[in-house]
T-cell receptor, first 118, second 113 residues
Framework: DTGVSQDPRHKITKRGQNVTFRCDPI?????LYWYRQTLGQGPEFLTY????????KSRLLSDRFSAERPKGSFSTLEIQRTEQGDSAMYLC????????????????FGNGTRLTVT | AQTVTQSQPEMSVQEAETVTLSCTYD???????LFWYKQPPSRQMILVIR??????QNATENRFSVNFQKAAKSFSLKISDSQLGDAAMYFC??????????FGTGTRLKVLA
């Protein structure tokens, strides 16, 4: 068990460029979450996958954001036409469970991808 | 709307002393789950303690315990015998059992030697 892995750790991009982040959850975890964290704030929910199905998306996720989890394994989060307001830490978390969220295994977080849009 | 509020942006505690971090939440649900997560500087967020709302008994994990007051919608974290390694951001979190975990804004805990 190597934990949740996120790549890259840091990304600096110019406004208007597209960026893609990758998350590799713990292998047996069927639930995967993306969160965004800005300085001085707690993580804000972006989206949730159960296996390969994206079951919930936050209203924070504009049409410039898209996430996938093909085959229920790793996940990617793409931001198109980045804006300075997209600068944040993007956190991925995973857990294993079949019933109600909260009863399952604890959320395991990755180290995050820090995005800076200049 | 479900919300989580942490009113203490920063707390300090002397090593070996006890500190309590506050958290309040708002929900119309009767069954839900509450958590405290710890985020050390430049490190991964990890679970400290979990409480199921249907359980009256307060959860404890070694030096960490909670004071869960369901009627008051309060969920505080007590850290006993504070250690230097306890220094971190602490986030209170809530889920009603659907997909979303809602986090508070965090409390930065400083431990003084």
């Amino acid at each position: 068990d190597t934990g949740v892995s996120q790549d890259p750790r840091h990304k600096i991009t110019k406004r208007g460029q597209n960026v893609t982040f990758r998350c590799d959850p713990i292998s047996e975890h069927n639930r995967l979450y993306w969160y965004r964290q800005t300085l001085g704030q707690g993580p804000e929910f972006l989206t949730y996958f159960q296996n390969e199905a994206q079951l919930e998306k936050s209203r924070l996720l504009s049409d410039r954001f898209s996430a996938e989890r093909p085959k229920g394994s790793f996940s990617t989060l793409e931001i198109q036409r980045t804006e300075q307001g997209d600068s944040a830490m993007y956190l991925c978390a995973s857990s294993h469970g079949q019933g109600r969220v909260g009863l399952d295994s604890p959320l395991h977080f990755g180290n995050g991808t820090r995005l800076t849009v200049t | 709307a479900q919300t989580v509020t942490q009113s203490q942006p920063e707390m300090s505690v002397q090593e070996a002393e006890t500190v309590t971090l506050s958290c309040t939440y708002d929900t119309s649900e009767s069954d839900y789950y509450l958590f405290w997560y710890k985020q050390p500087p430049s490190r991964q967020m990890i679970l400290v303690i979990r409480q199921e709302a249907y359980k009256q008994q307060n959860a404890t994990e070694n030096r960490f315990s909670v004071n869960f007051q369901k009627a008051a919608k309060s969920f505080s974290l007590k850290i006993s015998d504070s250690q230097l390694g306890d220094a971190a951001m602490y986030f209170c979190a809530f889920t009603s059992g659907t997909y979303k975990y809602i986090f508070g804004t965090g409390t930065r805990l400083k431990v003084l030697a």
